[in-house]
Structures are given as structure tokens and as C-alpha cells.
């Protein structure tokens, strides 16, 4: 199956910094990618939807200004979380399609803020 | 409103049992699909099964089945011959419509699955 890598797959910050996570289709061009986030015990939660070249579509009470999502390319989208606060300490996780597939998961990235 | 409900916050199984996931959903769009995905606790999501609303059999995939009852708006999982390797998160999961229509891949709860030895 289709191959999507999602860097890091852990990250530690400070409360105030900010993170980027990497999201990569190895094998195929994505030209959609969703970005979910799950708290402990939750399901996931879906927070946008990118398409290469275009701004993203945030869910319903997600702050676009808190996380930035850039889709540059047809094989990676960015993910940056701004001002990190310990609130927003969670699973982020990955998913792209080309269209003509199901789309595939990235492995996540747990993030903690401190 | 919840369009994809599943009631079982937590499942015990005997391994080599089989077991079912429940998992009901809500939607008006004629064109839909309804997955099961398993997430260990790494945390990685694992595809397992796919149904189409317009196809008329009910998936299989190795142990996993699905039991598609579209008038009653059910898409439950069946696991076979539990193994202990089956102990999981499992998410039921529905899209509206294609990609190239805007749908969206949204997950129910989950069910934790717990198999005994």
C-alpha cells in the first residue's frame, strides 16, 4: 500500500515556542491531505483538509491562526502549531489521498508541551 | 449531530472467540463508504476493511468481516478467532460522498478491544 511518513513522530517544547510536524506521501501525489488531532481515550478529531496549492479548510473551532497548514507541494503538507501551550499537548496524526485511493495514515506525532 | 456512533466503550473477548463491534451511522447522501481502522497503542491507524453503500455483499478481509445492514444504518465488524494481537482501539469510520467531492473521513468513539487468553 501507499506509503505516508509523518515527522517526528514525538516532539517535547516549551510553552511559547512553536512546532512544525511533516507530513509525506512517499509514493503518490497527495493532492489532499487531512490533519486530525486525538486526546487520550478519544477518537480523532478532524481539524482540516489541504489541498496542494490552496489554503485549507479548518473544522468547525479550530483556531486557523494557532495551526498553520501549508500544503506546498503534491507530497508534503506542514502542520505548525504557534504559541504552543501544555493545553495543546495531543496526537496529531496524518492522513493524504490522491483522489482515486483511500487515503492513508501517517505513524502521527505526539506532541507535549512543557 | 453524531454521525457515526459506536455505543461500546469497551470489549472483552475470549481468544479464539469471535466478537463484534458495533457501529451505527447517519447520513442522507446516497454515495457513502464505511471503514474500520485499528490503532494499537503506538498509535498508528490501521486500515482493516472497507464497504461501499452501493455494494450489495458484505466485506470480508481475512479474519474481519463486515455486517453492513444499510437499512438500519449499521456497519458492524466481526472479528473471527480473536488473537491476542487483536487487543486495540477500533474505529469505525465514514465518508460522505468522494474526495473529489469534499468528503471527509469522520470517526465514531472507538471501542477498546481487550482479548483474554
Known amino acids: 500500500g501507499a506509503v505516508v511518513s509523518q515527522h517526528p513522530s514525538w516532539v517535547i517544547c516549551k510553552s511559547g515556542t512553536s512546532v512544525k510536524i511533516e507530513c509525506r506521501s512517499l509514493?503518490?501525489?497527495?493532492?489532499?491531505m487531512f490533519w486530525y488531532r486525538q486526546f487520550p481515550k478519544q477518537s480523532l478529531m478532524l481539524m482540516a483538509t489541504?489541498?496542494?496549492?490552496?489554503?485549507?479548510?479548518?473544522e468547525q473551532g479550530v483556531e486557523k491562526d494557532k495551526f498553520l497548514i501549508n500544503h506546498a507541494s503534491l507530497t508534503l503538507s506542514t502542520l505548525t502549531v504557534t504559541s504552543a501551550h501544555p493545553e495543546d499537548s495531543s496526537f496529531y496524526i496524518c492522513?493524504?489521498?490522491?483522489?482515486?485511493?483511500?487515503?492513508?495514515f501517517g505513524q502521527g506525532t505526539r506532541l507535549t508541551v512543557v | 449531530a453524531q454521525k457515526i456512533t459506536q455505543t461500546q466503550p469497551g470489549m472483552f473477548v475470549q481468544e479464539k472467540e469471535a466478537v463484534t463491534l458495533d457501529c451505527t451511522y447517519d447520513?442522507?447522501?446516497?454515495?457513502?463508504?464505511l471503514f474500520w481502522y485499528k490503532q494499537p497503542s503506538s498509535g498508528e491507524m490501521i486500515f482493516l476493511i472497507y464497504?461501499?453503500?452501493?455494494?450489495?455483499q458484505n466485506a470480508t478481509e481475512g479474519r474481519y468481516s463486515l455486517n453492513f445492514q444499510k437499512a438500519r444504518k449499521s456497519a458492524n465488524l466481526v472479528i473471527s478467532a480473536s488473537q491476542l494481537g487483536d487487543s486495540a482501539m477500533y474505529f469505525c469510520?465514514?465518508?460522505?460522498?468522494?474526495?473529489?467531492?469534499?468528503?471527509?473521513?469522520?470517526f465514531g468513539q472507538g471501542t477498546e478491544l481487550s482479548v483474554k487468553p
Open positions: 492522513s493524504a489521498t490522491d483522489m482515486n485511493t483511500e487515503a492513508f
Open positions: 469510520a465514514m465518508r460522505e460522498g468522494t474526495y473529489n467531492q469534499g468528503g471527509k473521513l469522520i
Open positions: 464497504q461501499g453503500s452501493y455494494d450489495q
Open positions: 447520513t442522507s447522501d446516497p454515495s457513502y463508504g
Open positions: 489541504s489541498n496542494e496549492g490552496s489554503k485549507a479548510t479548518y
Open positions: 509514493d503518490f501525489q497527495a493532492t489532499t
